[in-house]
């Protein structure tokens, strides 16, 4: 049995890296300096001797280990959130809409920030209605803009009311010897 004692500083995601593994702590202590006694089995943070959080040591590198008392309230809330409920809500709205959603989720890497994206498009039907998000999707589905920033912006500009493009048409290259198609390849 062993204690080592270091000292380390909160991140803006108000967790601590020790060994390469992140550990989380009320967020009231953001980029505080603090206390860790390390041992074998457990993580344990202090700041002037009072015990903040006890974790279990985890040898897994790069990954977070965090307790939901110490997300602020705003974040506690996301615990509620997953995948399933979004892409529930985003297809009352529609098929577009739900799209977008399914894009986001699947092309952010944190969570957190896909919720908050998510909450963002979604909250455009309450400022813009229903049926004009739904619209503005459709657009940004065709024009490959998949954003919640690009949907806010065809909807400020009344595009979502304008018909959509017509994607350009494919030019067809013309019969030649040299071309050998997709047989030749097979």
């Not at 390469?20 to 700041?47: A, C, D, M, N, W």
Request: charged share 20%.
């Amino acid at each position: 049995y062993y204690a080592e004692w270091k000292k380390v500083r909160v991140h803006l995601d108000y967790h601590i890296e020790v060994d390469g593994h992140y550990y989380s702590v009320p967020h009231k202590y953001l980029k505080q300096e603090l206390e860790v006694r390390v041992t074998s089995l457990t993580i344990e943070v202090f700041q002037h001797g009072q015990r903040l959080a006890v974790h279990s040591r985890s040898e897994r590198k790069g990954r977070h280990t965090t307790l939901p008392e110490h997300l602020p309230k705003a974040h506690q809330a996301h615990l509620e959130w997953s995948p399933t409920r979004f892409l529930h809500w985003a297809g009352e709205i529609g098929p577009a809409t739900q799209e977008i959603v399914q894009y986001l989720l699947e092309h952010r890497a944190h969570p957190e920030m896909v919720y908050r994206s998510c909450l963002g498009l979604l909250g455009l039907a309450k400022r813009f209605t229903a049926p004009r998000l739904e619209a503005a999707c459709q657009r940004a589905v065709v024009i490959g803009a998949l954003t919640r920033r690009s949907v806010a912006s065809i909807l400020a500009q009344g595009l979502d009311a304008q018909p959509i493009p017509e994607p350009p048409p494919q030019l067809a290259l013309p019969a030649h010897e040299n071309l050998r198609g997709a047989s030749y390849y097979q």
